[in-house]
T-cell receptor, first 114, second 113 residues
Framework: DAGVTQSPTHLIKTRGQQVTLRCSPI?????VSWYQQVLGQGPQFIFQ???????GRGNFPDRFSARQFPNYSSELNVNALLLGDSALYLC?????????????FGSGTQLSVL | AQSVTQLGSHVSVSEGALVLLRCNYS??????LFWYVQYPNQGLQLLLK??????LVKGINGFEAEFKKSETSFHLTKPSAHMSDAAEYFC???????????FGKGTMLLVSP
């Protein structure tokens, strides 16, 4: 069975541009979460979606948005990119949205903002 | 608010030696605690999790962790390090009703022959 897949794997953008990152969860998983991992830091929670509804949002500006589709795949959008948005963006899926539910992480999208 | 502190950004051990990675947490409610491992250019993989069932938790690859409420700690150990254990390890806590994790800054484990 395929794991969590993210695309693209690498992306280079310039300041002010917009970017869309994509995530396909494991088959049967209904919850998708997004995390930002800046070099040298632990991942930081951005969003969680379950059954196409936003269930949680981390401390990120409104430039960050996301959505989940009927097939449970998800997109993360970042507008007006800043240099500080350069990071590894990780997507994780789980069966549901319970606290101790095991998260399965994808390999991430490495975003570089120049 | 919940938080996690990992002591030591880098830990070096010799192959066959004891591995000890430290994690202290802060939580206003009984926490759920996790250890994840990240190999280069890969996502995170769950090693083990504490969900109040037992204070000593056994995980994959020979790792285990002990929850000590009095010390607010959840240290990760492995009796004998292997070269393949070299990776970055993250401790994480969750206290909300949904699977949102707060991670520590990570500890890079270096294993020398």
């Amino acid at each position: 069975d395929a794991g969590v897949t993210q695309s693209p794997t690498h992306l280079i953008k310039t300041r002010g541009q917009q970017v869309t990152l994509r995530c396909s969860p494991i088959s049967g998983h209904k919850s998708v979460s997004w995390y930002q991992q800046v070099l040298g830091q632990g991942p930081q929670f951005i969003f969680q979606y379950y059954e196409k509804e936003e269930r949680g949002r981390g401390n990120f500006p409104d430039r960050f948005s996301a959505r989940q589709f009927p097939n449970y795949s998800s997109e993360l959008n970042v507008n007006a990119l800043l240099l500080g948005d350069s990071a590894l963006y990780l997507c994780a899926s789980s069966l549901n949205s319970q606290t101790n539910e095991k998260l399965f992480f994808g390999s991430g999208t490495q975003l570089s903002v120049l | 608010a919940q938080s996690v502190t990992q002591l030591g950004s880098h830990v070096s051990v010799s192959e066959g030696a004891l591995v000890l990675l430290r994690c202290n947490y802060s939580s206003s409610v009984p926490p759920y605690l996790f250890w994840y491992v990240q190999y280069p250019n890969q996502g995170l993989q769950l090693l083990l999790k504490y969900t109040s069932a037992a204070t000593l938790v056994k995980g994959i690859n020979g790792f285990e962790a002990e929850f000590k409420k009095s010390e607010t700690s959840f240290h990760l150990t492995k009796p004998s390090a292997h070269m393949s254990d070299a990776a970055e390890y993250f401790c994480a806590v969750s206290e909300s009703g949904y699977s949102t994790l707060t991670f520590g800054k990570g500890t890079m484990l270096l294993v020398s022959p």
